[in-house]
C-alpha cells in the first residue's frame, strides 16, 4: 500500500522558542500518528540569520562569503537538533540532518548557490525505519564539500526540491499567516485568504513585494508542477493551494493587489533625444551595481525628453550620486528625487482574457482624485506608482471595486 509522504516546512516564525518548537513536534507528530511518511524542513530559530549577520558586520563589513555561509548555516542545524529532541519526548523517532547529510548538493556560489542534485538516499532509509525526517533547510554541500547557503528565505527552496525529488504527495509551508491574502491585511482589514492561486501569479506578487515565499522556490515548484500548501503554523485551518493554472481561475479578474513602498522615482530631465544615450546612464548605473525597474521615457517635441525608472529606496543615494556625474557629462537637465512614492500593482491571470482591467484600475484611481506618475505592465499584472500617502485609499477602493472584499 501507498504511504502518504508528506514534506512540511516551518518558518523561522514557527520555532521563535522552546513552546513553538513544541507546538511544532505536536503537529508533526499528529500526522506520524495518521501513518504518514514524514520530512520536515526548518529554518533557523526566529531571527537567528539577521542576528549572525550582525555578527559577522561586527568583525568586517565586507566578510568572504565562503564563511559566511559556514555561519549562517549553523542557525538551521540548532533548529534541527531541538526539534528532533522535542519529537523525542513526545515518544516518536526522530533524526535531524544538516543539508550535506540530507544530500542536498548545489553549485559553487556562496550565498545564492543553486541545488544541482538531491542524494536522498539516506533520508529513504530513514524513512524506511519509520523515522521522522528533519532536514536544515537554506543549505547544501559543494561537490567539494563546502558549505552553502541558498539566498534568504531558502529553506523554502529545500522543502520544494525535496517535495520534487521524494516524489512527495503534499508540500506544506507553515507561516505566522492564514495562507496568501487578497492584499496586506494591516492595510486593508478586509483583505481575504486566498483558496488558491496560480504559480503565476504567486511569483507575480512576490516579485511585486507580498513576502509569503521565496520567488525562486515558487519558480521549481512551477517547473515540476509540485503543488504547495501554504498555511499557519498556530492554526488547524487550511490555507492556500498555490497551483497550476485552471480555467475556472481565469474567471477571476483580479487575483491580488500588492504594495511596494520601497522604491523611489528618478527623473532625468532634458535629456538629449538621440541614439545611446538611454545605454549610457543605464550602463554606468548597472556597473554601480544598481538595478532599475519602471523605465519611461517621454515622447520628445523639443530633441529633449524625461527619463524617470524606480530603484529600490535602499540604493536611492549611491544612484543620485551616480546620476549627479552623468548628467553633467550628457549635458542633461535636473536629476530629481521622488521619495514619497508607492507602487500597487494588481494581478490576475484573469487579465489576459479580460480586456478593459487596465482602464478599470485607472478610473478607480481617478475617481478618487488618485494621480498616476508612472504605469508599467506585464502578461498578468499592472502597477501604477501613486504619492504615498494615496496608499490606504487606493488599495480600499481597488480591493471592493474589483470585488476582492467578498
Ligand atoms: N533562515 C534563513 C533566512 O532567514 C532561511 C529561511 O528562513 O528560509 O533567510
Ligand atoms: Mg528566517
Known amino acids: ?50 542576528e549572525l549577520i550582525e555578527l559577522s558586520q561586527k568583525i568586517t563589513t565586507d566578510p568572504s562569503e565562503r564563511e559566511l555561509d559556514m555561519l ?28 550535506a547529510q540530507g544530500g542536498i548538493i548545489t553549485d559553487t556560489s556562496h550565498t545564492r548557490a543553486r541545488i544541482i542534485q538531491i542524494n536522498a538516499q539516506k533520508i529513504k532509509e530513514e524513512l524506511q525505519k519509520g523515522r521522522i525526517v528533519i532536514v536544515a533547510g537554506f543549505q547544501g554541500i559543494t ?10 528565505g531558502g529553506s523554502d527552496l ?14 506544506e509551508i507553515y507561516t505566522d499567516v492564514k495562507g496568501v491574502y487578497t492584499t496586506d491585511p494591516r492595510i486593508e482589514p478586509k483583505a481575504k485568504k486566498l483558496n488558491a492561486i496560480t504559480y503565476d501569479e504567486m511569483l507575480e506578487m ?56 520601497h522604491e523611489t522615482k528618478i527623473t532625468i530631465c532634458d535629456v538629449p533625444d538621440k541614439p545611446g544615450v538611454a545605454a549610457k546612464i543605464f550602463k ?20 529633449k525628453t524625461d527619463i524617470s525608472f524606480t530603484v529600490n529606496k535602499s540604493t536611492s543615494g549611491k544612484a543620485m550620486k551616480v546620476l549627479t556625474q552623468v548628467a553633467r557629462k550628457l549635458r542633461t537637465g535636473e536629476v530629481l528625487e521622488d521619495l514619497d512614492i508607492a507602487r500597487i500593482s494588481i494581478v490576475g491571470v ?44 487606493a ?12
Open 1 to 50: 500500500m501507498h504511504r502518504r509522504l508528506i514534506i512540511q516546512k516551518f518558518g523561522g516564525s514557527s520555532v521563535a522558542n522552546v513552546e513553538r518548537i513544541q507546538n511544532v513536534a505536536k503537529r508533526i507528530t499528529s500526522y506520524k500518528k495518521k501513518n504518514c511518511d514524514l520530512v520536515v524542513v526548518v529554518s533557523a530559530l526566529g531571527d537567528t540569520t539577521d
Open 72 to 99: 549562517l548555516a549553523t542557525g538551521e542545524q540548532i533548529s534541527v537538533a531541538l526539534l528532533a529532541m522535542a519529537i523525542h519526548k513526545l515518544g516518536f523517532e526522530a533524526i535531524s540532518f544538516t543539508g
Open 143 to 152: 561537490s567539494n564539500h563546502d558549505i552553502t547557503t541558498l539566498g534568504r
Open 158 to 171: 529545500t522543502a520544494v526540491a525535496l517535495a520534487k525529488e521524494l516524489g512527495a504527495d503534499e508540500c
Open 206 to 261: 512576490a516579485s511585486l513585494g507580498a513576502q509569503v515565499m521565496q520567488a525562486r522556490s515558487i519558480e521549481v515548484a512551477k517547473k515540476f508542477n509540485v503543488p504547495i500548501h501554504v498555511r499557519s503554523s498556530f492554526s488547524p485551518q487550511s490555507g492556500t493551494m498555490i497551483i497550476k493554472e485552471a480555467k475556472r481561475m481565469e474567471d477571476v479578474l483580479i487575483s491580488g493587489i500588492t504594495i511596494n513602498k
Open 284 to 303: 554606468k548605473l548597472s556597473d554601480s551595481g544598481i538595478s532599475v525597474d519602471m523605465i519611461v521615457q517621454n515622447v520628445s517635441h523639443t530633441r
Open 350 to 393: 484573469g487579465m489576459k482574457s479580460h480586456p478593459g482591467v487596465a482602464a478599470k484600475m485607472f478610473e478607480i484611481l481617478a475617481n478618487n482624485k488618485i494621480n498616476i506618475k508612472m504605469i508599467s505592465t506585464s502578461d498578468i499584472s499592472i502597477s501604477c506608482i501613486i504619492e504615498k500617502r494615496f496608499t490606504e485609499t
Open 395 to 406: 488599495v480600499t477602493q481597488l480591493h471592493k471595486s474589483f470585488g476582492l472584499s467578498r
